[in-house]
């Protein structure tokens, strides 16, 4: 079966991974067309850092405050969905990054050696 997987990228706070220090000011949605339209991180959702593919949570520490970016401590207490999800979002930007971008053929622009 075949999975229909949308992107959007929103403007977020000016903020930094408090793992490797990558500036960021974007965050992308990646969700199911099945799940609805998406839409900006809210407090509470999670990310990946997409340079060192470090887990995140969106995270307001008080009212009024923009939102920040805070390390997952662990997947406890998280459903099994999200784990699946934040995992699978993982594999592909690390694929993404090896080989680069997929062309319309499906292939990559860089070869890896292994």
């Given at each position: 079966m075949k999975r229909h997987i949308k992107l959007r990228t929103y403007?977020?706070?000016r903020d930094f991974c408090p793992h490797c220090g990558h500036e960021m000011d974007a965050a992308s949605s990646f969700?199911?067309?099945?799940?609805?339209?998406g839409g900006p991180p809210q407090p509470g959702h999670l990310s990946v850092c997409i340079e060192c593919m470090?887990?995140?949570?969106?995270?307001?520490d008080a009212p009024g405050r923009p939102m920040m970016l805070v390390p997952l401590p662990s997947f406890e207490g998280l459903p099994l969905d999200a784990v699946n999800r934040l995992l699978e979002l993982r594999a592909a930007l690390k694929l993404a990054k090896a080989?680069?971008?997929?062309?319309?053929?499906?292939a990559g622009?860089?070869?890896v050696k292994h």
């Open positions: 403007p977020t706070p969700h199911r067309a099945e799940d609805g339209p470090a887990f995140l949570r969106w995270h307001v080989y680069g971008p997929p062309t319309r053929q499906g622009k860089k070869e």
